[in-house]
């Protein structure tokens, strides 16, 4: 938690410090994300470097002293490589989660940079997003590790700020999903709630809910 800031704090200095800053993301939804919170245009990694690629043996370069690379856990091997054949001149800054969505094209270039390669490297530990001792960072810290599991397995576990359900059967499961909103829509604000399926089809999918 904190690489937004994080990152439009670092714009800002090194803009005051007459720096030309190039923002680029893997999708056109993390650069549109990238853009808001650093309150500057940023673009995707493909927008920018294939016209430059285009030209050939010519070859092109991006103008920019630093690119600032976001969500790069979903950067493959081929886009990082071109992205640093058309930045020669310029200083890379590489944001991301080794243990966010992998990158759909071969390679875990993210991971590689930083277990492999003797690059200069801050890694954010303090968790703002729950409170300490949240059952929620326990177990996904868990989950990274591959330790998770559950004491007992009952239908219904209260684990304080996370209680598991264990069913099966998919129209259990949208009942059980809809009671529970229908339940917390009347305590909160709709945009406070938010329901995440594996699927987007069939009884368990989004849709079931509202």
């Known amino acids: 938690s904190g690489k937004s800031w994080v990152t439009k704090l670092a714009v800002k200095l090194l803009e005051e410090a007459s720096l030309k800053v190039n923002l680029v993301a893997p999708t056109a939804r993390a650069a549109n994300v990238m853009s808001t919170y650093v309150d500057k245009p940023a673009s995707t990694i493909h927008r920018e470097i294939y016209p430059l690629l285009m030209r050939g043996e010519e070859g092109g370069v991006l103008n920019s002293d630093v690119v600032i690379v976001d969500e ?5 091997s081929e886009l990082m490589a071109n992205l640093m054949k058309v930045s020669p001149n310029s200083r890379l800054i590489i944001i991301g989660d080794s243990f966010q969505l992998p990158s759909v094209g071969p ?15 801050v890694e954010f530990t303090n968790i ?8 929620i960072i326990n177990y996904a810290e868990a989950l990274r590790r591959g330790t998770f599991s559950l004491d007992t397995w009952e239908d219904f576990i209260d684990a304080g700020d996370i209680t598991f359900v264990n069913k099966s059967n998919p129209e259990e499961i949208s009942d059980l999903a809809i009671d529970a909103y229908r339940g917390l829509i009347k305590e909160k604000a709709e945009e406070d709630i938010m329901v ?9 999918d989004r849709k079931s809910v509202v």
Request: hydrophobic share 35%; no cysteine.
């Open 72 to 76: 790069s856990s979903m950067v493959d």
């Open 107 to 121: 390679g875990n270039v993210l991971y590689d940079l930083i277990h492999s390669l003797k690059v200069p490297m």
């Open 128 to 135: 703002y997003r729950q409170s300490e001792g949240s059952n």
């Open 196 to 204: 995440l399926s594996p699927v987007n089809k069939g009884l368990i």
